[in-house]
């Protein structure tokens, strides 16, 4: 199957028109498309399916209780499909079933490891400070993302562990899975646990993982040790980010990726 990867738009500031990519089977959205929600219509009459993990900005300002029903209805409204801890099944035009297992997948602030965890959420207070989110009433501060972030992380391991008789299985979150997608300009550093996880022990049971979020693009592939579900998994990330920081230099939107 084809996939065309787009993330990290943030189209309620950036100038930017998506285009379809001609031999793209399906559109994947993995987050931060825009936080107002309005340039979603953009891919109302997309000409193939398209999947949408929400991405953190997604929830400015939002009550995140609230907001998962009402975006859930705003992308049925548009034809888009969300996925939120969801897995979905789609055949390829060759015939094979793909299997995709979703999730925004919210930082658990563990990247670098329990020691590692007090610093990384004491830094995700700027972040916290940016987004303005509530969740049941409070703010949705470093230790609430924490507890969604786990909450994420026992569903997708589950999933992920299920007996499955599809031909390929995709994962999809916005946050990244490893160190090895930290942002080459910012490094090992607290903050860096605000954007990617330490899901590194998941990855054997996909054979590709798409990820936002980090506003620079990804392609590497991961070897595991022989008696593991897949030999190996492709991570890709395809996220635009701002321009006028110069972050869109190089951003490929007709990207295609097979799996």
């Known amino acids: 199957m084809r996939l065309q990867l787009l993330s990290d738009l943030h189209l ?31 891919f109302a009459r997309w000409p193939v399916p398209v999947l949408f993990v929400a991405g953190n900005h997604e929830f400015d300002r939002r009550e995140l209780r609230s907001a ?13 499909t969300l996925l939120e801890r969801e897995q979905h099944l789609r055949t390829d035009k060759a ?3 793909i299997r995709f297992v979703a999730t925004t ?7 670098f490891g329990a020691a590692g965890r007090e610093r990384a959420m004491r830094a995700a207070g700027y972040f916290m400070h940016v987004m303005r989110a509530r969740c049941d009433g409070r703010l949705f501060d470093a230790a609430a993302v924490r507890d969604e972030a786990l909450a994420c992380r026992a569903w997708l391991a589950q999933a992920l562990a299920e007996p499955t008789d599809a031909d390929a299985t995709v ?15 910012y490094g090992e550093q607290p ?11 998941l990855l054997p049971f996909a054979d590709l993982w798409l990820h ?13 040790p022989p008696g593991m579900p897949r030999a190996r998994t492709r991570v890709v990330s395809n996220a635009r980010g701002h321009a006028r920081k110069g972050e869109a230099a190089g951003h490929d939107g007709l990207l295609c990726i097979n799996v």
Do not use: K, M, Q
Not at 26 to 32: E, M, R, T
């Open 12 to 42: 309620e500031t950036e100038a930017y028109t998506p285009e379809p990519s001609g031999d793209a089977e399906l559109l994947v959205l993995a987050g931060d498309i825009d936080s107002r929600w309005d340039g979603l219509e953009r």
């Open 68 to 80: 998962w029903p009402a975006l859930r209805e705003r992308c049925a409204s548009l034809g888009i």
């Open 95 to 97: 015939g094979r079933r």
């Open 105 to 111: 997948r919210w930082c658990d602030f563990d990247l």
């Open 171 to 185: 994962v999809i979150t916005h946050y990244g899975p490893s160190l090895r997608s930290v942002d080459p300009r």
């Open 191 to 201: 903050g860096s646990a605000s954007f990617c996880n330490a899901d590194d022990e």
């Open 212 to 224: 936002g979020h980090l506003h620079c693009r990804h392609d590497y592939s991961v070897e595991h």
